[in-house]
């Protein structure tokens, strides 16, 4: 079966400073979504990504998709606490419901 | 667009106990539905899911079981509660394919002691 693995699996940073999140498939995906639950809160989400090589950008958020279509990253330039919480991808494979990965949760430090 | 109703909001059970959660869809037709579990600082563990009325289809042995009685409810049960029950119980829905971007609703906190 399809294997997720998700990096780093925990991140603490001081506000002001850039943040990354890896996600790597065993296999090649269809799509990648992405999704943050705040603490206390459900998963809200962010975007999805289709295309081999797709770069999406939501504000200070900067998604990518690899061009083999098996991994995906995002960046978040320039942390601020509103940033605190955990960051889930999750990839379609096509024959499958979703498999979300295990999560980074990042700490925002002030 | 999709708002997903989940009751209750926090729940105590003891261990054999029986349970039962519901989750209602609004805005929606005939959407895919989840049953998610959360262990606490955790990830999220598929459990149930269901295309249709009626469709359930299981990812994990658990002493759980989910029903779809109408296109837009889903519920999850137990005749009898586990310690290893406890979590955060989240029900999803997509518009229609797996693929599609999926919308939570608040989610159950259950505490089996």
């Known amino acids: 079966g399809q294997q997720v693995m998700q990096i780093p699996q925990y991140q603490h940073v001081q506000e002001g400073e850039d943040f990354t999140t890896y996600c790597n498939s065993s296999?090649?995906?269809?799509?990648i979504q992405w999704y943050k639950q705040r603490p206390g809160g459900h998963p809200v989400f962010l975007i999805q990504?289709?295309?081999?090589?797709e770069v999406k950008k939501q504000k200070r958020l900067t998604f990518q998709f690899g061009e083999a279509k098996k991994n995906s990253s995002l960046h978040i330039t320039a942390t601020q606490t509103t940033d605190v919480g955990t960051y889930f991808c999750?990839?379609?494979?096509?024959?499958?419901?979703?498999?979300f990965g295990k999560g980074t949760r990042l700490s925002v430090i002030a | 667009s999709q708002t997903i109703h989940q009751w209750p909001a926090t729940l105590v059970q003891p261990v054999g106990s029986p349970l039962s959660l519901e989750c209602t869809v609004e805005?929606?037709?005939?959407?895919?539905l989840y049953w998610y579990r959360q262990a606490a600082g955790r990830g999220l563990q598929l459990l149930f899911y269901?295309?249709?009325?009626?469709?359930i289809s299981s990812e994990v042995p658990q002493n759980l079981s989910a029903s779809r009685p109408q296109d837009r409810q889903f519920i999850l049960s137990s005749k009898k509660l586990l310690l290893s029950d406890s979590g955060f119980y989240l029900c999803?829905?997509?518009?229609?394919?797996?693929?599609?971007?999926?919308?939570f609703g608040p989610g159950t906190r259950l505490t089996v002691t």
């Open positions: 999750a990839p379609y494979s096509g024959n499958t419901p979703l498999v």
């Open positions: 296999t090649t995906l269809s799509n």
């Open positions: 990504l289709v295309k081999s090589g």
């Open positions: 805005g929606t037709s005939n959407p895919n």
């Open positions: 269901s295309v249709g009325i009626g469709q």
């Open positions: 999803a829905c997509a518009r229609g394919r797996s693929s599609y971007e999926q919308y």
